[in-house]
């Protein structure tokens, strides 16, 4: 998928998106991604902005062939966030993403136990990351992320649907 990032960035942005759903679904029938809540000590959460699709996200990405749950989201957190999980993850919910496809689902983990030992620098995927208070988000954060930081907090129950 790196090289397949690579090669998109000379399409417009709303051509990547749909090459990245058409190329998951190509590759597995069912699509199946992770994300991963990490708060810092003064609780902000972390999120990160992507170079091919707008707006701020939960760190995560796609679970591979071969690859259990929980060892998407630890690399994923080492690939995006140059971050180590230094416990287990804890899965908060499951849920069916409809907006990326009919196919698609989400797996939700809480990283509380994690360590950094130099920031992540941008490059071809991560443009941009960072600690923010839930009251206070960055424009552009999806809706989704919204979402879910919501339930976290008990602001709204937890929905089945990404």
Same mark, same amino acid.
């Given at each position: 998928?790196?090289?397949?990032?690579?090669?998109?960035?000379?399409?417009?942005?709303?051509?990547r998106?749909?090459?990245?759903?058409?190329?998951?679904?190509a590759?597995?029938?069912?699509?199946?991604?992770?994300?991963?809540?990490?708060?810092?000590?003064?609780?902000?959460v972390?999120?990160?902005?992507?170079?091919?699709?707008?707006?701020?996200f939960?760190?995560?990405?796609?679970?591979?062939?071969?690859?259990?749950?929980?060892?998407?989201?630890v690399?994923?957190?080492?690939?995006?966030c140059?971050?180590?999980?230094?416990? =287990?993850l %804890?899965?908060?919910? #499951?849920?069916?993403?409809?907006?990326? $496809?009919?196919? +698609?689902?989400?797996?939700?983990?809480?990283?509380?136990?994690?360590?950094?030992?130099?920031?992540?620098?941008?490059?071809?995927?991560?443009?941009?990351?960072?600690?923010?208070?839930?009251?206070?988000?960055?424009?552009?954060?999806?809706? =989704?992320? %919204?979402?879910?930081? #919501?339930?976290?907090?008990?602001?709204? $129950?937890?929905? +089945?649907?990404?």
């Open positions: 998928m790196r090289l397949l990032t690579k090669i998109s960035m000379i399409f417009p942005l709303p051509v998106k749909r090459l990245f759903v058409a190329v998951g679904l590759l597995r029938s069912m699509t199946l991604g992770v994300r991963i809540i990490i708060r810092d000590e003064q609780q902000r972390l999120l990160v902005r992507h170079t091919y699709v707008p707006g701020w939960l760190p995560g990405g796609g679970v591979e062939r071969g690859e259990t749950l929980h060892q998407a989201a690399k994923e957190l080492r690939e995006e140059n971050i180590e999980a230094n416990g =287990p %804890r899965l908060y919910h #499951a849920y069916r993403n409809p907006r990326t $496809s009919r196919f +698609d689902h989400v797996a939700l983990f809480i990283c509380d136990e994690w360590s950094q030992e130099t920031q992540k620098q941008p490059d071809h995927e991560i443009a941009e990351i960072g600690f923010f208070s839930v009251d206070d988000l960055p424009e552009g954060t999806t809706i =989704p992320t %919204r979402n879910r930081l #919501a339930e976290l907090q008990g602001h709204q $129950s937890v929905s +089945d649907v990404w």
